[in-house]
């Protein structure tokens, strides 16, 4: 079965560069989140977006931004990167049915490593 | 601020014993999630709890929900090596598109 695709898998960028990380959500699915998490740490959700359209945001910061395309894929969008923002961060998607959401699918990951 | 917290963050057992970690949270919800996190890998969902009293089980792991207590229990019984990695429990609030996650068990299963 397909699962969720992150692109790239590793990056890694200077201080104060710009970062995209792809996502390609499992096909039908129509809600999309991302993570950020830091070593040892929880998942901390930044941002989801349902039917294309941006659902709800957590702890994302003003330096990220992310949309949703007309094909499902997402980019999350990360400029003036700092040291702390080496992490791991995860895609999800997920099939809402009913009013509530089966589960979340995660991705394999994009290790983003801030030198 | 919406809290869920887990006990313990640390769990080392033997084969074969028994254990549980709980999950509390301190917002209103009715959907809890429990997912698996090998080192270095990706999440993989384990149960989904959708109702007061809802119980699942699959082979040595069931989870429960008490949404008055705001309280979900993974039991562990007669625990195996493979069990060994980290486990979060996501509740999930609003509109059903934001997810928060527990501080995670560290869990090692020792031979």
């Known amino acids: 079965a397909a699962g969720v695709i992150q692109s790239p898998r590793h990056l890694i960028k200077e201080k104060r560069e710009t970062a995209t990380l792809k996502c390609y959500p499992i096909?039908?699915?129509?809600?999309v989140y991302w993570y950020q998490q830091g070593p040892g740490q929880d998942p901390q959700f930044l941002i989801s977006?349902?039917?294309?359209?941006?659902?709800d945001k957590g702890s994302i910061p003003d330096r990220f931004s992310a949309q949703q395309f007309s094909d499902y894929h997402s980019e999350l969008n990360m400029s003036s990167l700092e040291l702390g923002d080496s992490a791991l961060y995860f895609c999800?998607?997920?099939?809402?049915?009913?009013?509530?959401?089966?589960?979340?699918?995660f991705g394999p990951g994009t290790r983003l490593t801030v030198l | 601020e919406l809290k869920v917290e887990q006990n313990p963050l640390f769990l080392s057992m033997q084969e074969g014993k028994n254990y549980t970690i709980y999950c509390n949270y301190s917002?209103?919800?009715?959907?809890l999630y429990w997912y698996r996190q090998d080192p270095g890998k990706s999440l993989e969902s384990l149960f989904v709890?959708?109702?007061?009293?809802a119980v699942k089980q699959e082979g040595r792991l069931m989870a429960s929900l008490d949404t008055k207590a705001r309280l979900s229990t993974l039991h562990i019984t007669a625990a195996v090596h493979d069990l060994s990695a980290t486990y979060f429990c996501?509740?999930?609030?609003?509109?059903?598109?934001?997810?928060?996650f527990g501080t995670g068990t560290s869990l090692t299963v020792i031979p």
């Open positions: 977006f349902y039917e294309k359209m941006q659902s």
């Open positions: 709890l959708l109702s007061n009293g």
């Open positions: 096909p039908r699915h129509d809600t």
């Open positions: 917002t209103t919800s009715d959907r």
């Open positions: 999800a998607s997920s099939l809402r049915t009913a009013g509530f959401t089966d589960t979340q699918y």
């Open positions: 996501a509740v999930e609030v609003n509109t059903g598109n934001q997810f928060y």
